[in-house]
């Protein structure tokens, strides 16, 4: 694939012409929420202005045109995940409502007492709680997978944990505090043998590296539209067809039904509209088409190869800083630069450092027993996209090591 062009993708995005504090913005902050495409920004103002409309009811021209152009970004989600058929993808509002759709249909319908689902210490809070939530409720065991002091998986633990009881593993694809690219298709063999389902939570992968979910033989697989240069309110689980087909609904209302009768009962409807109870997010999910289209178009792997280059030059800068502590060292990494830094709070830094026009993120990053598991309750995290230079790399390591200069 061709290399990317960062001059010319950087004239997609006009936030990035944002000053902060009198100075440049430089965004690393991408792994919370990546910026957004004029061509994305633009689909809100031709949905709003010329096809605004309830989709899949009406029989008039609007509805029609809207109904068209939300289905079609499943399909586009559909190649973008490389799933067998459309109709595997469900539309919810991001990774967490994905998960949350998950626990309360699949894991109610098929957890109980003696059962075990297995998490990693790499989880963010969203690939957490909801099982905890529903382990409290139905009496299976919740089990975690450790994880090494680089932040690799230990894979040996997870082969002892798996047997039997074991009836899911949830784990993410790369970790948002650390990095950390986990062997998700290895993982996903070892779950299938003992018969178990895998769930993999891939918000931070989508943005990064192709994904292909036939490949990884994911049963279910989650993303986030606003992580992926779409807009916030929307995102996509895939399921396997007979693990949806099977599931029971978990949100009642609108769109979901064949048929509603008091006296004979309600007909569900078929995946994936059993899960979209409700008016959806139509204006969102028209934008994500767009941005995967536009993710497409830069080329997801040379994205990918840029951000590694963009994370190396940081990685190798930043080791030079007295007291600094990277924490995250695999050598399989994406586009996240975690660390703590002696004799200096992380907020401290993030608060300072903004100052100097740079957006990084402080804090656990919704990843608190990781964390712990590193005996620290925050880090410092820069996290690159696309669009971010070799000189904004630059500008963020000379920030940083003068804020540190500041608060020691
Ligand atoms: N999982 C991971 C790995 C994440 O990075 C995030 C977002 N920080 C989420 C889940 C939750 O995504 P959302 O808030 O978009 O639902």
């Not at 002892?160 to 062997?183: D, F, M, R």
């Not at 656990?364 to 000189?391: I, M």
């Not at 500008?395 to 940083?400: H, I, K, P, R, S």
């Amino acid at each position: 694939t061709a290399p990317l062009d960062v001059a010319q993708v950087r004239k997609d995005f006009p936030i990035l012409e944002r000053r902060v504090h009198e100075k440049p913005l430089v965004y690393l902050d991408n792994a919370a929420t990546s910026q957004t495409p004029r061509q994305v920004i633009a689909t809100f103002d031709d949905y709003f202005a010329r096809y605004n409309a309830n989709i899949h009811r009406g029989l008039h021209t609007l509805a029609d045109e809207a109904t068209a152009a939300f289905e079609q970004t499943r399909h586009k989600v559909r190649a973008f995940l490389n799933a067998e058929e459309a109709r595997q993808i469900v539309f919810t509002r991001g990774t967490t409502e994905a998960i949350n759709l998950v626990v309360q249909s699949w894991g109610r319908a098929n957890l109980g007492p003696g059962d075990e689902v297995l998490v990693s210490l790499l989880e963010h809070h969203s690939n957490i709680v909801p099982w905890q939530l529903l382990a409290a409720e139905r009496g299976f065991t919740l089990k975690v997978i450790p994880v090494d002091a680089r932040g690799a998986l230990d894979l040996a633990a997870y082969r002892a944990l798996l047997s039997e009881q074991t009836k899911l593993v949830a784990v993410n694809h790369i970790s948002n505090a650390l990095g950390t690219i986990n062997p998700v298709s290895e993982m996903a063999q070892l779950a299938h043998a003992v018969g178990a389902r895998i769930l993999i939570d891939g918000a931070q992968a989508a943005p990064h590296q192709r994904i292909d979910v036939q490949a990884i033989d994911a049963d279910f697989y989650a993303f986030s539209g606003h992580k992926v240069y779409g807009p916030t309110g929307v995102g996509a689980l895939y399921g396997k067809r007979e693990l949806l087909e099977a599931m029971p609904p978990w949100q009642g209302g609108g769109e979901m039904i064949k048929t509603v009768s008091f006296d004979a009962g309600t007909q569900f409807a078929d995946i994936p509209h059993k899960f979209e109870a409700g008016t959806p997010a139509i204006a969102e999910v028209i934008a994500l088409g767009r941005a995967l289209e536009w993710v497409e178009g830069v080329g997801i792997e040379a994205i990918g190869a840029w951000e590694h280059v963009l994370l190396e030059r940081a990685t190798q800068a930043v080791s030079g800083i007295d007291g600094l502590r990277i924490l995250g060292t695999t050598p399989e990494k994406a586009g996240v630069l975690s660390f703590v830094v002696e004799g200096a709070h992380a907020q401290d830094i993030g608060l300072l450092i903004d100052q100097l026009g740079v957006a990084i993120r402080t804090g656990h990053h919704c990843a608190q027993p990781l964390l712990h598991h590193f005996g620290v309750e925050a880090t410092c995290r820069a996290s690159f996209a696309a669009y971010n230079t070799l000189d904004e790399v630059d500008v963020f390591v000379a920030a940083l090591k003068r804020v540190i200069d500041m608060v020691r």
